[in-house]
């Protein structure tokens, strides 16, 4: 019972924080039929909780069936296990893409779980109040922490304290957090990015430059463009960023990626008014893979968001708690 975890600064009383944190161990399989668990006294001086709290939590467990005491053995989990899991996804936004995770996520769950969402709009404020209204509620708490470019790194451990590190993932990002390791299926950036040029490096030859559409509103991980710049320098190639496609100027020679549908589109119309060819005399890379990227004949890098949501939600049902980096793609087509 060591992720038994009871919050001395929750609001929740004691006894229901004990109850919950033996519900949800039971109903993730941590506790099973028959294993038993702190007798009151360990209980109350493991977690420095009063003994006639533990009674009382223990009492009303044996009521609703979930513990047994055997004349001078102890406590043990005896029915009601294995219940549906409980999970709450706490995404930045509801794209296209994050529809993918969140279905394929709810495909590989099935009748297994019921799952909520609820959005955090890139703020950490909101994340935390997600969460303080949510605590015990859920078995496993699945966040993506993406926030605004300007706001400071949120201290996890103060946002997630009282909650077990194994019931809560990360999911496309993996943050860096002093002495924790959260399970997490994740994108790396920059890396991805790179990697994704290296393999298209002798495509670049051609082109003099490569400047990335990054608009500000967008709140893109930052560590995209280290990845292109890093490629840029590496290869000789001059390296720009453009945050309004309004203002962007083209230049024959010139290869140009972007983020977003939007961008894109107005890069294409640039393109075409200006009698440029794609591919030739103008590069263009997008962003995430789509139908019509593929009609339009679109070189793509792309996540396998897909396979991000069902990953996820394996790893919850066989509780292999690792992280995982996700499989990123590089789909050349004519407009490279």
Do not use: W
Request: net charge neutral; hydrophobic share 40%.
């Amino acid at each position: 019972m060591n992720k038994i975890i009871i919050d001395h600064s929750d609001k929740t009383p004691k006894v229901q924080q004990i109850i919950n944190s033996i519900k949800a161990e039971i109903d993730r399989g941590s506790l099973k039929r028959g294993d038993k668990i702190l007798s009151v006294a360990d209980f109350a001086k493991t977690h420095q909780v009063a003994r006639d709290t533990v009674e009382k939590a223990y009492r009303r467990l044996k009521d609703e069936g979930y513990l047994e005491t055997v004349a001078g053995k102890g406590n043990y989990i005896t029915g009601n296990t294995g219940g549906e899991l409980r999970i709450l996804l706490i995404f930045n936004k509801l794209s296209s893409y994050k529809k993918e995770i969140y279905y394929s996520f709810l495909r590989v769950m099935g009748p297994k779980a019921k799952v909520d969402l609820q959005i955090h709009h890139y703020d950490p404020a909101i994340l935390k109040e997600i969460i303080a209204h949510n605590k015990g509620k859920y078995h496993y708490y699945v966040v993506m922490p993406h926030f605004f470019q300007d706001s400071p790194e949120p201290d996890y451990q103060e946002i997630f304290h009282g909650i077990d590190p194994q019931s809560i993932m990360m999911l496309d990002k993996k943050p860096e957090v002093k002495g924790i390791e959260y399970p997490a299926v994740y994108q790396d950036f920059r890396l991805d990015i790179y990697e994704a040029l290296y393999l298209a490096r002798h495509l670049f030859e051609k082109y003099r430059g490569i400047t990335v559409v990054f608009p500000q509103l967008n709140h893109h991980p930052v560590e995209i463009l280290d990845g292109i710049s890093s490629f840029c320098s590496e290869s000789s190639i001059t390296f720009s960023k453009a945050t309004d496609m309004t203002e962007l100027m083209l230049k024959k020679g010139e290869a140009y990626i972007t983020l977003t549908e939007s961008s894109l589109a107005d890069l294409l119309k640039k393109i075409r008014l200006s009698g440029y060819v794609a591919g030739k005399d103008i590069g263009v890379l997008s962003f995430n893979e789509t139908v019509m990227k593929e009609l339009l004949d679109i070189t793509v890098v792309t996540s396998e968001f897909t396979e991000m949501g069902s990953r996820a939600a394996q790893m919850i049902l066989d509780k292999n708690f690792i992280q995982v980096r996700n499989q990123f793609r590089l789909i050349v087509r004519q407009s490279l």
